[in-house]
């Protein structure tokens, strides 16, 4: 069964600046099955990037997912207020059970 | 646009049976390339599937292996949604509990829709 970690628990930045999330896997993710959600307080996750790479509908293009195999990084590349929140990632495989990490808590420094 | 609209008390009392329904708009409980999923949060877990049902020429259905001999992922095609039923439950069922849609992409399900979520307190 997959597990995934994500770093740093916490990350404190400012407007402006750019943010590197980052998640392992405790074993290859088959076919890049990997996707990232932000929440934010009291809202569901919203998907931001599946495949590891590809925006989903609407996501801005500040957004980006990159990785392969057992290393993944979203990067959100000039922070606006509205993206300091909570993002996971998630394994979304052919079986169950379908894992996501921990959470990273993005917060304004 | 797809729209996942869940319904259900946010109280249930120890060992008694946690009932939750997902009603949907923009899609179909019925449609082949989606699958219907229940995910819960809380702290101590974190984001955890539970169990999902999907239609494939019959009905199939997945559950979590935390859960298996609780629950129960039901779809009502005359009402176009479906429902979660977990008995048994204990003040380590408390959570927030969410519906999801899956899509899927090579045979794997993505979760692109998601409910409002409804926040469950197992207390008597």
């Known amino acids: 069964e997959i597990e995934l970690t994500q770093s740093p628990g916490t990350l404190s930045l400012s407007p402006g600046e750019r943010a590197t999330l980052s998640c392992r896997a405790s074993q290859g993710v088959d076919s890049n099955f990997l996707a990232w959600y932000q929440q934010k307080l009291g809202q569901a996750p919203r998907l931001l990037v599946y495949g590891a790479s590809t925006r989903a509908t609407g996501i801005p293009d500040r957004f980006s997912g990159s990785g392969s195999g057992t290393d993944f990084t979203l990067t959100i590349s000039r922070l606006e207020p509205e993206d300091f929140a909570v993002y996971y990632c998630h394994h979304y495989g052919t079986s169950p059970p379908y894992p996501f990490g921990q959470g990273t808590k993005l917060e304004i420094k | 646009q797809v729209q996942l609209q869940q319904s259900g008390p946010g109280l249930v009392k120890p060992s008694q049976t946690l009932s939750l329904t997902c009603a949907i708009s923009g899609d179909s409980v019925s449609s082949n390339n989606v699958a219907w999923y229940w995910i819960r949060q809380s702290p101590s877990r974190g984001l955890e599937w539970l169990g999902r049902?999907?239609?494939?020429?019959?009905?199939?259905?997945d559950y979590a292996e935390s859960v298996k001999s609780r629950i129960t992922v039901n779809p009502d095609t005359s009402k176009n949604q479906f429902s979660l039923h977990l008995t048994s439950v204990s003040p380590e069922d408390t959570a927030v509990y969410y519906c999801?849609?899956?899509?899927?992409?090579?045979?794997?399900?993505?979760?692109?829709?998601w409910g409002q979520g409804t926040r469950v307190t197992v207390s008597s």
């Open positions: 999801a849609r899956g899509i899927y992409e090579r045979g794997a399900t993505r979760f692109d829709f």
């Open positions: 049902t999907y239609y494939m020429s019959t009905w199939g259905h």
